[in-house]
């Protein structure tokens, strides 16, 4: 039994365990030498949580054992679920050096702020340490929305957005020729950035903040920070996905254009302190799903798609990535007891995933066209997984150049992948598959590759990236608008690269692939050549794209095409030209990764064959990791549209990142105000 609080605090219950001999006891020594001085209570102070929704407590420390603890919460002692008092294991789980407490699967139904204190003690003494935390209630008398649409452009920020409007549409005498789907959302607002650890985020904490109500340290989703010796038995805090299919019955759908085991997709659905263990995290996503619609836990998972492949394969296969390195072994007993947890986790890189979502009962595509289990053709199921690539999809640009040309080698070819689907394609599928749960549903879709690409220094990339994310925002509104109560939100988890429009190529196209090589001008008095080709100000002609009829420009390489900077950049040289192949990607199985530098393609942007005659660039920073551009602490635009309700409003001016959580629960508690 765990224990949580209704209207009043926790001593009623704390007296029944107390009477059992359970409780460690409040009271301090009188006089202690020493106190062991890393100590750590969990959850951070200040977190807030939904009224109802489930979290772990944890008190842990580094010192001299044996360990012993004792928490309180509003002055009512608490019983631990784990961790032997005066002993030097404690509870099995934490790191060499450290003993750890636990209290698994919490919850609080009274709104307000309540106290959290507790005492560490090791040989040398005991410490103190107190936190405090918020719940917070949302339900209003108003229109509940039944649907939730979250669409993150990972990396997305104000001037990617104009960027891929002027591409879109144009601009003439001062006025833009049109507007994006997310251009025209009534809700509009800004939300900062920041992580629990640093001013700026990585995508866990990024997509995580917006899908718990708090803050994570980077590199950390769905958990609070803890010195344990498996990434996945860290503290865990539930999802909205968790507590929308546990108390109401929906039904959770990711779609993503990286590989699943991404920051952003994970985030929705995955507890794990390193966002990088791929073979546990797309293991938990079926484990933790509940395909069978129980209610008791899990997301209610019904469709997944994206890529990642590789860690559906046993190992050994090619393109596979599973390892035990990045798998979980047993989940601790009181974790899968308090989150009603019907599997404990193995150790198993032999695993055939997709053979076993395939027996949940999950239809299974790979391609978008061909074929009888393409997306385009496998009609309506129950439950849908799509894997179309073994790592990351190729980015927009390299997809749609497959298309226009199919007979033409390319490089989504060179992936091994030449049939993957749009991003809109696979919302649309997506939320044929959610729509048929009358309950509800939440879904998230990710434009992956703006960050991606923005990192790469990519610049036009990114921009075709926004572009298909725009179209897949139109269709999350089309369907807002013919279901009712669906409230579609668009939003980054954070800016990358410092993206910004600095102007328009003075002169021609044809000018600027005839300048010679000018790399070596390093010296500030010798101008190159191609930064003189830099129109500014009154010099920055509006460009006049040409738009073919899929949506995208038929080529950025054209007279007077806009040029960009990046303000957080790392080395790199540049032509200001379209590069013909992207750098290679991260999330890729090493086989393939092997193949692909066989045929040219390189691993950092300093080392593209394209930009040997470009001029070099000194970057802001560097990042040792592939010498990439780096994510900013800038805001981030949000957008939101509700089709039958006016929880829109939630979201207009500055708000923390956080409160993202918090609106979204109101749009579905009938409450559109704060």
Known sequence: MIAHCGTGNCSALARRFAGLGLLVSLNLPASAPAQPSEVYLSPPDGARFLAGQRFDLRVEGKGTGPFAATLAIDGAPQMFSSGRPHSLDTDGISAPGYGGFNLRGYSCAKPGVHTVSATFTDSTG??????????????????????????????????????????????RAGTPNG????????????????????????????MACFSTGNHANNNEEGVFPAHVTSPFYAPRVEYLSEYLHRTMGKSLGIVTTADIEDATPAANAVHTGDRAAGTGICDQYLDEGDTAGSGRYGTGLAVLMGGGRRWFLPQGQFGSSRDTLTDYGPLPEDLQRAWSLPARGKLDPGRDLLAEFRAAGFTYTDRWHTGPNALSQVGTPEKLLGLFAYGNMNAAMDKIAKRRDPTRPGVVDDYRDPDQPMLDEMAAAALRVLRQNRRGFVLLVEGAHIDKQSHLMDADRAIDEVLEFDRAVAVARQFADQAGQTVVVVLADHECSGFSVIGALRGDIAHLRDLPADSALVHPEEQPARQRAVGTGTRADFPRYHILDDGYPETFDIDGKLLFGFGANSDRHETWLQKERPVLDALLPEDLRTELR?????????ERHEEAAGFFVRGQVFEAKNHLAVHTAADVPVSAYSSTSKAYQLFYGVQENTEVFFNLMRAVSGRTEK
Request: hydrophobic content about 40%.
């Open 179 to 206: 507007f994006l789907a997310m251009d025209q959302f009534p809700g509009t607002g800004l939300i900062t950035t920041h992580s629990l650890n640093s001013i700026v985020t990585d995508s866990s904490p990024g």
């Open 126 to 171: 005991t410490a103190t340490r107190s936190a405090s935390f918020e719940i917070v209630a949302v339900r209003g008398r108003g229109q509940r929305d039944k649907n939730l649409i979250i669409l993150l452009g990972d990396g997305m920020g104000i001037a990617h957005r104009a960027a891929a409007r002027i591409v879109r549409y144009g601009v």
């Open 598 to 606: 066989g045929k040219g393609y390189v691993d950092e942007p300093r």
